[in-house]
């Protein structure tokens, strides 16, 4: 039962967005996405670490900020420090309880600056 509530959720994620990740027990999610000049993976680890790959364009800086709006929450924007060429990380709480989050990943570099956005399913 559990499981089909998830995958509804993960349905009306869908909807919602061009990518989705969706996490149907403990583990990572993972999100794909896309703009003109970049594109992102985002992978999520127990709510805290947020691990960014910038698989197209070459990126200078990588922030993230996630919303819940049935909810009304807000997270800060967290600047994710850079591990290697084209690989960033994002600690702290991202995101304070289970749901469906909407990720703004912001992406700078010499291509400029573009907001990838992500719909992800959050659960402990």
């Known amino acids: 039962m559990m499981r089909r509530l998830l995958a509804?959720?993960?349905?009306?994620?869908?909807?919602?967005?061009?990518a989705v990740g969706c996490l149907s027990g403990p583990?990572?999610?993972?999100?794909?996405?896309?703009g003109a000049r970049y594109a992102v993976t985002l992978t999520i680890e127990r709510g805290e670490t947020a691990d960014i790959?910038?698989?197209?364009?070459?990126?200078?800086?990588?922030?993230?900020?996630?919303?819940?709006?049935?909810?009304?929450?807000?997270?800060?924007?967290?600047?994710?420090?850079?591990?290697?060429?084209?690989r960033f990380r994002a600690d702290g709480d991202l995101f304070t309880?289970?749901?469906?989050?909407?990720?703004s990943v912001r992406v700078s570099g010499a291509a400029g600056e573009e907001v990838i956005p992500l719909t992800v399913l959050v659960t402990s």
Do not use: K
């Not at 583990?27 to 896309?34: D, E, M, S």
């Not at 009304?72 to 290697?84: C, K, N, Q």
């Not at 309880?97 to 990720?103: F, K, L, N, P």
């Open 97 to 103: 309880m289970d749901g469906v989050w909407e990720v």
């Open 8 to 18: 509804g959720a993960c349905l009306a994620a869908a909807a919602m967005t061009v």
């Open 53 to 86: 790959i910038v698989e197209r364009g070459e990126a200078d800086a990588v922030v993230v900020m996630a919303t819940m709006p049935q909810m009304g929450h807000v997270t800060p924007e967290e600047a994710a420090r850079r591990l290697a060429p084209g």
């Open 27 to 34: 583990g990572p999610v993972t999100a794909q996405g896309a």
